[in-house]
């Protein structure tokens, strides 16, 4: 059992991974800020105010494209690091005899998942993600069933089902508050996805659809507003620990479960991380700060 959770992917090769940028996928720290900046600035962005032409509009999107791209790239390692340094510890935790060995290892291993949720986090807007989890606090609006706009989809089932469908997909990108608003609002362009893009009606169903993500989107900033003055708590955060039973480390990635939302408030928040035990401690807004978990029994409300 030792030799299984040393050779392999198992202790001896976690304590080489996510100790630094990887030489393939590197990127600085200024880049990861600049790209936070750009997408944070391009959120609200009017696509047709557009001075430059097409070729200006190319641009931009390569621009914006690379910098999602590179987003996408600092969570999936933040994501990759804990799970890496929650294997090795694993292993440390259920051999303690290598553990004095592995230590100096384990000690620079640690710091790596910190960097790297300090840059993801950046790519979080913090009055966003109070709007995201108003949004999906929602109920169900009175949607326009029948809507003669959304003619064009196609018969009276899809006619009827497409506000239904837009509600749907409009909550879902709510929960990845990293997307922001300026994101939602090209929904409406979704709701005649895989017609012709000349078809006679396509104005007309995506100018219905705007106005009904622009309701949601107000409701969902006035519920937020509602929240922001409710009383504040202080609540505590823990991933689910590893069982009793001896090391696995090919298991699956133990935030698997946690929606995009909640790791949007882990990247932001967190101060302390024990990724060995699975417990990660993290600050509210006010400042105030708690402890992950106060027994091995306690689960996260999720």
Known sequence: MFLGALGGTGLLDQLQSYVEPDEDECWTDREAREAAELLCTQQDADPDDDEEGVEGDISRRKVRED?????????????GAGRSLHRAQTVVAHFPWPE??????????????????????????????????????????????????????????RVSR??????????????????????RAFLSCEIVRGMRSNRKGDDEARAAAAPLIASWEEEAQAAAVLADRAPRCRPAAQIPEATEAAP??????????????????LRTWTVDADWGRGVLTYTTSNGDSTVGAESPTQRPPW
């Open 67 to 79: 910098a999602e791209a590179l987003r996408g790239l600092i969570f999936a390692h933040w994501r």
């Open 100 to 157: 004095e060995w592995a230590q100096p290892s384990l000690t620079v291993k640690t710091r790596y998942p910190e960097t790297l949720r300090a840059q993801a986090a950046r790519f979080v807007d913090l009055e966003e993600l109070v709007v995201a989890a108003a949004a999906t606090a929602l109920s169900a609006p009175e949607l326009p069933l029948g809507d003669p706009a959304f003619a064009v989809l196609g018969g009276n089932s």
């Open 162 to 183: 497409a506000p239904a469908d837009l509600w749907r997909r409009w909550r879902s990108a709510a929960g990845r508050p990293w997307e922001g608003p300026g994101t």
């Open 248 to 265: 696995r480390h090919r298991e699956r990635d133990f935030l698997d479960g946690l929606d995009t939302w909640t790791l949007g408030v």
